[in-house]
């Protein structure tokens, strides 16, 4: 997803797909590069002990959610130019299931309905009414998205609503962790990477009515900086953890 001008030091312009959207895959390199660094500090901070208060507080939950709702925007926002999303959306699924089983073994309480599961889902369900014209423009669509996604934002602590317009949410609701995915966590729930429906599946439409308002005469690509991190953004976040917990181990064993 980044434009495909050739870059001097870098690949021909040949050996990239002429038909990606080079602004779109730089700032998914953009958001692909930050995650390994947050993700890199918090290994340091929380597997390794390291103090860094800094990255505990404000800062660092700032930093994660600008990173996240990112990666979603861009996600929605992709859907939309997208061939094939129900193999895409699966896909997904499958490989946050996968995550799912290794990560409770191997790092309880593991990840439940993480960021993987979330994008295969409402790919899904945005692919359901795909070829559908909308009866309203695209901007409308994504404020009326935005809105939900703001109002619904403290929806997994129990709250609906913005400030002194909030409400709380009916107690059965959370009552077990089949809620869970859709954004009604029991009490017992737990997750080191947690993104239910409600509300992030509003923040993907946006991206996907984003989407629907651009128009582009031309693709740029681009083979070479954060453009490459954007076009392989699945493969590092599959590899980029494994990578990590490899070179912490080395530097622990030299630097004992």
Known sequence: MSERAQTAGSAPAESVSPGRIGWLDTLRGAAVISMVAYHALWDAVYLHGTAMPWFTGTVGTVWQQATSQLFILIAGFSFGLDRAPWTRGAMLILIGGVITGVTSVVQPPGIHYGILTLLGASILLSAVGRHVRAPYPPLVGALVAAVL??????TADGIVGIGVWSAAVPFG???????????????????????????????FRVGVHLQRMYRH??????AGGAAW????????????????????????????
């Open 149 to 154: 996604f703001v109002v619904t934002r403290r």
């Open 173 to 203: 609701w959370y009552e077990t962790d089949w809620g869970a995915f859709l954004g009604f966590p029991s009490a017992d729930f737990a997750s080191l990477d947690y993104f239910p429906l409600i509300p992030w599946f509003f923040l």
């Open 217 to 222: 005469t031309e693709c740029r690509p681009s």
């Open 229 to 256: 991190w954007g076009r392989h953004s699945l493969a590092v976040y599959l590899l980029h953890q494994p990578l990590l917990y490899g070179l912490a181990a080395l530097v622990e064993q030299l630097f004992p």
